[in-house]
């Protein structure tokens, strides 16, 4: 059973940083693209950035210049650097991976759309 779990989340002041990792642990022979969502109280779940497992990234506007996201491959972690926070950045920020190949009773598989469990983050005063 594959799972992705979060870590780094919490309260920072404005103009603070944080640093997000995500950990995907089970049975896994590779996985493709893996990123960040959030959601603030209120709105949708958004996208955040993304890594391919060649490197290449991809932000949204608003975190650009501010967020760096990065992995590593050996280990099937990904992490977000957060820089220069704003209040409008307080949500619950979430892990994913769109897909990833594993294996079930000796034969591998390709699965979709893995998500954590979230983890907060409040950029405040």
């Known amino acids: 059973q594959v799972r992705l779990v979060e870590s780094g989340g919490g309260l920072v002041q404005p103009g603070g940083s944080l640093r997000l990792s995500c950990a995907a642990s089970?049975?896994?022979?590779?996985?493709?693209?893996m990123g960040w969502y959030r959601q603030a109280p209120g709105k949708q779940r958004e996208w955040v950035a993304a890594?391919?497992?060649?490197?290449?990234?991809n932000y949204t506007d608003s975190v650009k210049g501010r967020f760096t996201i990065s992995r590593d491959n050996a280990k099937n972690t990904v992490t977000l650097q957060m820089n220069s926070l704003k209040p409008e950045d307080t949500a619950v920020y979430y892990c994913?991976?769109?897909?990833?190949?594993?294996?079930?009773?000796?034969?591998?598989?390709?699965?979709?759309?893995?998500w954590g469990q979230g983890t907060q983050v409040t950029v405040s005063s």
């Open positions: 994913n991976v769109d897909r990833l190949v594993t294996v079930l009773g000796g034969t591998w598989v390709r699965e979709y759309d893995y």
């Open positions: 089970g049975n896994i022979i590779s996985i493709n693209a």
């Open positions: 890594i391919t497992s060649g490197g290449s990234t």
